[in-house]
C-alpha cells in the first residue's frame, strides 16, 4: 500500500465512486438549504435570527447549515427522523410491542420492516413538528414590526407544512443514499456538512471582534487554543481502547496446532461516538424551540427560564440525558453474552475469569466503567460552549458539541475508508492465491 492516502484513494475505483457520490450529495443538500420557502420575508426572518443568535434557534441554525435562519425548505432538518428513531429504540428496548420485537429476529427483512415503520412514523413528526413551526413564525415579528410571512393564510400553513415535512424525508432519503451507496454515515454527514458550513462565518465573527477591538488578542488567541485542545482531546477518547487480555487454548486442526497465544478484546471508551450527543441534542431542543417561537406563553417563560442555555438546569439535563443515550446506545449494539459465549466457543477465556457467565458479568462492568467515563468526558466537552460565552463572551457556539460531532463523524468517515483501502489492497493478493475466503480466529 502506498503511503499517500490521496494515491491510494485513486488507485481504488469502487471507493473513488463512493467519495464522489458523497460530494455531491453533499452539494445538492447545500443547494436545497437556501432554497427558500415561498411567502418568506427574507430580511425579516435574517434579521429575526440575528436577534436571537445566541439562544436556542442560533445554536439550532448551526446544525442545519443555517436553512432554519432562512427558512428554507430544509428547515426542519434531519430531527424529526432522529426522534423518530430515538422513540423506535426506546419502545424495542422496552419491549412495549412483541410485534417489533418479532421483527428484529427476522434478520434482514425484519429490519427493512423496521426501517419502513420508523419513516413513516419520522414523516408523521415531520409534519407536526412542520406544522407547529409554521403557526409560529406567522405570529413572530422582526425588530420593528417586520412581519415575517407576507401573507398568514391557512393556505400558507398548509403548504409550508407539507414542504418543510418533504425536506425533511428528503434529507432522510439523502442519507439513506450516502449510507448504501457511500461512505460514512449518510446522516451524521448532513449534519457534519450543516456545522462545517458555519465555520467560516464564525471564523469571520472572531476576526471581526479582534479588529474591532470588542475583544483582545490574547483572548482569540486563548479560543483558538482551547478549541485546538478540545479537538485533540476528542481524537484521543474517540479512538481510545480499554484492552482485555483473551487467553486462547492450544487445539489440534490436522496436523497443525493453533490457539495457546494471548489476544485482546477491544471495548471503545466511547462506544456510541456522536449518536448520544446527536440524540440528546434532538430531544433537549424540542421544548426550546417551542418556546422561543411563543415567548408571550406563560409556559414558554417558564421553560426559557430554567431550560435557557448557560442556566444549571439546562446542563444538568444536557448532561443527564447524553449519559443516558450513551448507556442506551451500547445497550441496543453491545452484547456482552454473545461475546462470552464466542469466547468459550473458540476455547477462549480471559485470564482469572471462568468462562461462561463470569465472563460475561466481567465484561459488563468493564463496560459500564469506560462508558461512565465516556459519558462524563463529552459531556463536559457539549457543555463547554456555555462557559465559552460567561467567562469570553464568545458570540458563537462552534465548539463543544459541534466539535464534538465534527471530530467523530471524521474519525468515522476516515476509519470506513480505511477499511475500504484494506479490502482493495487484500483482493487482489487474495485473488492471486486462489483464496475464495476463510473465517479466522482471533486466537490463532
Same mark, same amino acid.
Given at each position: 500500500?502506498?503511503?499517500?492516502?490521496?494515491?491510494?484513494?485513486?488507485?481504488?475505483?469502487?471507493?473513488?465512486?463512493?467519495?464522489?457520490f458523497?460530494?455531491? *450529495? @453533499?452539494?445538492?443538500f447545500?443547494?436545497? $438549504?437556501?432554497?427558500?420557502i !415561498?411567502? %418568506? +420575508? /427574507?430580511?425579516? #426572518?435574517?434579521?429575526?435570527?440575528?436577534?436571537?443568535?445566541?439562544?436556542?434557534?442560533?445554536?439550532l441554525?448551526?446544525?442545519?447549515?443555517? *436553512? @432554519?435562519?432562512?427558512?428554507?425548505?430544509? $428547515?426542519?432538518?434531519?430531527? !424529526?427522523? %432522529? +426522534? /423518530?428513531?430515538? #422513540?423506535?429504540?426506546?419502545?424495542?428496548?422496552?419491549?412495549?410491542?412483541?410485534?417489533l420485537?418479532?421483527?428484529s429476529?427476522?434478520?434482514e427483512?425484519g429490519?427493512?420492516?423496521?426501517?419502513?415503520?420508523?419513516?413513516?412514523f419520522g414523516? %408523521?413528526? /415531520?409534519?407536526?413538528?412542520?406544522?407547529?413551526?409554521?403557526?409560529?413564525?406567522?405570529?413572530?415579528?422582526?425588530?420593528?414590526?417586520l412581519?415575517?410571512?407576507i401573507?398568514?393564510?391557512?393556505?400558507?400553513?398548509?403548504?409550508?407544512?407539507?414542504?418543510?415535512?418533504?425536506g425533511?424525508?428528503?434529507?432522510?432519503?439523502?442519507?439513506?443514499?450516502?449510507?448504501?451507496?457511500?461512505?460514512?454515515?449518510?446522516?451524521?454527514?448532513?449534519?457534519?456538512a450543516?456545522?462545517?458550513?458555519?465555520?467560516?462565518?464564525?471564523?469571520?465573527?472572531?476576526?471581526?471582534?479582534?479588529?474591532?477591538?470588542?475583544?483582545?488578542?490574547?483572548?482569540?488567541?486563548?479560543i483558538?487554543?482551547?478549541?485546538?485542545?478540545?479537538?485533540?482531546?476528542?481524537?484521543?477518547?474517540?479512538?481510545?481502547?480499554?484492552?482485555?487480555?483473551?487467553?486462547?487454548?492450544?487445539?489440534?486442526?490436522?496436523?497443525?496446532?493453533?490457539?495457546g497465544?494471548?489476544?485482546?478484546?477491544?471495548?471503545?471508551?466511547?462506544?456510541?461516538g456522536?449518536?448520544?450527543?446527536?440524540f440528546?441534542?434532538?430531544?433537549l431542543?424540542?421544548?426550546?424551540?417551542?418556546?422561543?417561537?411563543?415567548?408571550?406563553?406563560?409556559?414558554?417563560?417558564?421553560?426559557?427560564?430554567?431550560?435557557?442555555?448557560?442556566?444549571?438546569?439546562?446542563?444538568?439535563?444536557y448532561?443527564?440525558?447524553?449519559?443516558?443515550?450513551?448507556?442506551?446506545?451500547?445497550?441496543?449494539?453491545?452484547?456482552?453474552?454473545?461475546?462470552?459465549?464466542?469466547?468459550?466457543?473458540?476455547?477462549?477465556?480471559?485470564?482469572?475469569?471462568?468462562?461462561?457467565?463470569?465472563?460475561?458479568?466481567?465484561?459488563?462492568?468493564?463496560?459500564?466503567?469506560?462508558?461512565?467515563?465516556?459519558a462524563?468526558?463529552?459531556?463536559a466537552?457539549?457543555?463547554?460552549?456555555?462557559?465559552?460565552?460567561?467567562?469570553?463572551?464568545?458570540?458563537?457556539?462552534?465548539?463543544?458539541?459541534?466539535?464534538?460531532?465534527?471530530?467523530?463523524?471524521?474519525?468515522?468517515t476516515?476509519?470506513?475508508?480505511?477499511?475500504?483501502?484494506?479490502?482493495?489492497?487484500?483482493?487482489?493478493?487474495?485473488?492471486?492465491?486462489?483464496i475464495?475466503?476463510?473465517?479466522?480466529?482471533?486466537?490463532?
Amino acid at each position: 500500500m502506498d503511503n499517500n492516502p490521496l494515491a491510494n484513494i485513486l488507485q481504488s475505483p469502487e471507493l473513488r465512486k463512493r467519495i464522489l457520490f458523497v460530494i455531491i *450529495a @453533499l452539494a445538492v443538500f447545500r443547494v436545497a $438549504a437556501v432554497v427558500p420557502i !415561498p411567502g %418568506i +420575508n /427574507a430580511d425579516a #426572518i435574517a434579521s429575526f435570527f440575528k436577534q436571537h443568535e445566541g439562544g436556542m434557534l442560533g445554536f439550532l441554525n448551526i446544525f442545519s447549515g443555517g *436553512a @432554519l435562519g432562512r427558512f428554507s425548505i430544509l $428547515a426542519l432538518g434531519i430531527m !424529526p427522523y %432522529i +426522534n /423518530a428513531s430515538i #422513540i423506535m429504540g426506546l419502545i424495542k428496548g422496552a419491549h412495549i410491542f412483541p410485534a417489533l420485537d418479532k421483527l428484529s429476529k427476522e434478520g434482514e427483512y425484519g429490519r427493512r420492516k423496521e426501517n419502513q415503520i420508523t419513516r413513516v412514523f419520522g414523516l %408523521i413528526l /415531520a409534519l407536526l413538528q412542520g406544522f407547529g413551526l409554521t403557526v409560529a413564525i406567522t405570529k413572530m415579528s422582526a425588530p420593528g414590526g417586520l412581519a415575517i410571512v407576507i401573507d398568514p393564510s391557512w393556505s400558507f400553513i398548509l403548504t409550508t407544512t407539507l414542504t418543510l415535512a418533504a425536506g425533511t424525508m428528503f434529507l432522510m432519503w439523502l442519507g439513506e443514499q450516502m449510507t448504501e451507496k457511500g461512505i460514512g454515515n449518510g446522516i451524521s454527514l448532513i449534519i457534519f456538512a450543516g456545522i462545517v458550513e458555519r465555520l467560516p462565518s464564525a471564523i469571520y465573527t472572531l476576526v471581526e471582534l479582534v479588529r474591532s477591538e470588542e475583544m483582545q488578542l490574547l483572548t482569540a488567541l486563548i479560543i483558538i487554543a482551547l478549541v485546538a485542545v478540545i479537538m485533540g482531546l476528542v481524537v484521543w477518547v474517540e479512538t481510545a481502547q480499554r484492552q482485555i487480555p483473551v487467553q486462547y487454548a492450544k487445539r489440534m486442526v490436522g496436523n497443525k496446532m493453533y490457539g495457546g497465544k494471548t489476544s485482546y478484546l477491544p471495548l471503545k471508551i466511547d462506544q456510541s461516538g456522536v449518536i448520544a450527543v446527536i440524540f440528546a441534542m434532538s430531544i433537549l431542543s424540542m421544548p426550546l424551540t417551542i418556546a422561543q417561537f411563543m415567548p408571550e406563553a406563560h409556559w414558554a417563560q417558564v421553560v426559557m427560564d430554567w431550560m435557557g442555555r448557560g442556566h444549571i438546569t439546562y446542563m444538568v439535563v444536557y448532561v443527564a440525558l447524553i449519559i443516558f443515550f450513551c448507556y442506551f446506545y451500547n445497550s441496543m449494539t453491545f452484547n456482552p453474552k454473545d461475546m462470552a459465549e464466542n469466547m468459550k466457543k473458540w476455547g477462549g477465556f480471559i485470564p482469572g475469569i471462568r468462562p461462561g457467565e463470569p465472563t460475561q458479568k466481567y465484561i459488563e462492568w468493564v463496560m459500564n466503567r469506560i462508558t461512565l467515563s465516556g459519558a462524563l468526558f463529552v459531556s463536559a466537552i457539549a457543555v463547554l460552549p456555555d462557559f465559552l460565552r460567561a467567562k469570553f463572551n464568545v458570540p458563537f457556539y462552534f465548539g463543544g458539541t459541534a466539535l464534538l460531532i465534527v471530530v467523530g463523524v471524521a474519525l468515522d468517515t476516515v476509519g470506513q475508508v480505511q477499511a475500504h483501502l484494506l479490502a482493495h489492497n487484500y483482493q487482489p493478493l487474495m485473488k492471486g492465491r486462489g483464496i475464495k475466503g476463510r473465517w479466522f480466529n482471533v486466537g490463532e
